[in-house]
């Protein structure tokens, strides 16, 4: 298989009258974790939506594995969606159900799989993300920010797949469980060999996992590197970003983890 | 013996790019092996019959699968539903004599250590019809107090608004009028004159055996405007804004506008529920009476077709058989209908809890109480103005 699991050509979105990419290229290779940065409005989150086909690009290519996602047909695509998985913002658990059903629910809908054999999934994803058995029968309302998160991730992991998209996936959450699930993240990175796509504003969780960065600015990617090296770019929004105050505050934690980046 | 590829059903292209999973069974003199190949993953697994052909090919011969050898270095790929099913399999531990490939032994690693961990069963009550209806029997308790206290807090909200009126939320009190009368017009206009007609039709099938053909204006004048158009117009309502007003009230809870209101120190009371409440009590006579007009035109025209009665005979004779009082007691009854529709309406909104199934049924449970309720109201009302107006 190719070296790229995604990759992006060329890819324009418009809105009325506002460009929000201009011809942008994108490269995600296989094992890596890279993070999408950007000021407010870059269309980060879009662009990820449009990875995954939620939304269409005004102009340019999309290929996932290989296939081109405004051309592959219906059950095609149906196929590739089982191939990865996503992590909302907001956790988007299905509020009527119990955390069990949650995590249950992509593998019960293959409608071939042995009931016992999903359950047994279920726990071990639920141990997985470090939850408790006894959390199986709660409800998405009764649960913490931090565990809605682990029980998303939980979810998106059901069907096993090669590729996660993490959007903020620490955002909302205080220090400490933003720091056990940034440790979550890379020992499921680790154990699972996945492909990790994310978006994210916090620092922190950049430095700790990212092994690529790629920089939205000027209405595509500036630059798509190492964080050591994107840093040494001479550009008004890395310097800002990077080399502000928050961004030496965060760089504490280079020096602590060295071997990440 | 190799499964062979038969023409499985399902996800055919998924398989295009996978090695289908393959269990080989040797039985030899020192017992029997099993060789597994392919791609043990959640694609090419969850191919329909694919789980319970792997599984009875290896229960194939009376040997529990633990006691036989396994040899898994054959396998491409594996993820955790391959190895869960092996593990199960083999009565999930692991078998004596077993030969992994590269990389397969983390799966088994993280099995083995997760134990036999099972779905904690949901908690299991005795004399659980005793509990329900307990919670039946407060809930019903929690909801009529709850009721009263909403009433209550209407009446002292519009004593707050009588003695300071320049700062009432007149602004919402209009557009709820909008919605709930202008915007209801049409709905209520069509049924309104449909039940006319059906309701004509058939009293003059009954009266013209009698010869009593002229009454039908009596009939029509005192059903549609003392009962059948405040009853019309309150179903109507209800189903329209009731159901309107819960469901914003309880996207308002779900979203902590609620709260945020509350934080900012403005009071549900004075600035959600009671210009609801007003605005639905003050369109509401207002489309009892565009609903008994209505109805009354399409009775007279189908006097007119089956009777041949006279549009003026039907329209002169009308103030003389209907008394005025009727058309207060009708008017009154909108007013009051349509502020029950309002509270009942708010008071499920505001017991909406923050998920979806939850704002389902309040919804519902609003609507169908309202109705309820209206009619209920109706009955009291007939006890009440009996000697009133007939």
């Known amino acids: 298989m190719d070296e790229n699991v995604i990759e992006i050509r060329g890819l324009w979105t418009v809105y009325g009258d506002a460009v929000v990419h201009r011809d942008l290229d994108l490269d995600v290779r296989r094992g890596e974790i890279l993070s999408i940065v950007g000021g407010s409005g870059t269309g980060k989150t879009t662009l990820i939506r449009q990875m995954i086909g939620l939304e269409r690009p005004t102009r340019g290519t999309v290929r996932i594995f290989g296939e081109m996602m405004d051309t592959a047909d219906v059950s095609h695509l ?123 504003h916090d620092l922190d969780t950049l430095f700790e996992l990212t092994s690529r960065v790629a920089v939205l600015a000027d209405q595509h990617v500036i630059a798509a590197a190492p964080v050591k090296e994107v840093i040494g770019i001479p550009h008004p929004f890395i310097k800002q970003f990077f080399l502000g105050e928050r961004g030496q505050r965060a760089m504490e934690v280079l020096r602590e983890y060295p071997f990440i980046v | ?182 915007q209801a017009l049409g709905i209520t206009a069509l049924v309104g004159f449909l039940i006319g007609v059906v309701l004509s039709y058939l009293s003059s099938q009954q009266l013209r055996l009698f010869g009593a053909d002229i009454y039908i204006v009596n009939i029509l004048g005192l059903s549609i405007i003392r009962e059948l158009g405040p009853l019309l117009a309150a179903i109507l309502v209800a189903g329209r804004s009731g159901s309107a007003i819960t469901a914003q009230l309880g996207v308002m809870r779900v979203t902590e506008e609620l709260d945020a209101l509350l934080v900012m120190g403005i009071p549900h009371g004075f600035r959600l529920i009671l210009p609801r409440v007003l605005a639905l009590g003050l369109a509401m006579p207002l489309v009892v009476v565009w609903t008994d ?38 008017v009154c009854k909108g007013g009051v209908f349509g502020m029950l529709i309002g509270l009942t309406a708010c008071h499920y909104g505001l017991r909406i809890e923050p998920n979806t199934s939850s704002l389902g049924q309040g919804t519902t449970a609003s609507v169908v109480t309202a109705i309820t309720i209206v009619i209920l109201a109706d009955a009291v009302f007939a006890i009440l103005f009996k000697n009133v107006g007939i």
């Open chain 2, 293 to 330: 007009a209505m109805a009354l035109v399409g009775g007279m025209v189908s006097a007119k077709i089956t009777l041949g009665l006279s549009y003026s005979f039907f329209i002169d004779t009308l103030p003389n058989v209907v008394k005025p009082a009727n058309i207060w007691i009708g």
């Open chain 2, 1 to 182: 013996m190799a499964l062979q590829e038969a023409p499985f059903r399902g996800i055919l292209l998924a398989s295009m790019h996978h090695a289908m999973p393959q269990l080989v069974r040797d039985t030899g003199d020192r017992g029997t092996t099993f060789r597994a190949g392919g791609d043990w993953i959640v694609q090419t697994l969850s191919v329909r019959g694919r789980i319970d052909a792997l599984q009875a090919e290896a229960n194939a011969d009376h040997v529990a699968p633990e006691q036989a050898s396994w040899d898994l270095s054959g396998i491409t790929r594996i993820d955790h539903l391959g190895a869960q099913f092996f593990w199960n399999l083999w009565g999930r531990r692991r078998p004596a004599r077993l030969t992994l490939g590269r990389g397969q032994e983390a799966f088994f690693d993280r099995l083995h250590h997760l134990g036999d961990l099972r779905v904690p069963e949901a908690p299991r009550q005795h004399f659980a019809w005793v509990i329900a209806l307990g919670i039946g029997l407060f809930g019903f308790l929690d909801h009529v107090i709850g009721f009263i206290r909403l009433i209550g807090q209407l009446v002292l909200d519009i004593v707050r608004l009588l003695r300071n009126p320049r700062r009432g939320p007149w602004t919402e009190i209009s557009a709820g009028v909008f919605h709930a009368g202008a």
């Open chain 1, 78 to 200: 149906a196929a590739i969606r089982n191939r990865w998985g996503m992590l909302f913002q907001q956790g988007a658990l299905f509020s009527a159900l119990t955390v069990f059903e949650n995590i249950a629910l992509p593998l019960q809908e293959m409608r071939t799989l042995p009931e016992d054999i999903i359950a047994d999934l279920v726990m071990l994803k639920l141990d997985m993300v470090r939850l408790s058995p006894g959390d199986a029968h709660k409800m998405p309302a009764d649960l913490s920010g931090g565990m809605i998160k682990r029980v998303a991730l939980a979810r998106a992991l059901a069907l096993e797949p090669e590729l996660l998209f993490l959007d903020e996936p620490t955002a909302g959450l205080d220090p400490e469980s933003c720091e056990s699930f940034v440790s979550l993240i890379r020992a499921l990175h680790k154990a699972l060999g996945l492909t990790i796509v994310m978006v994210t």
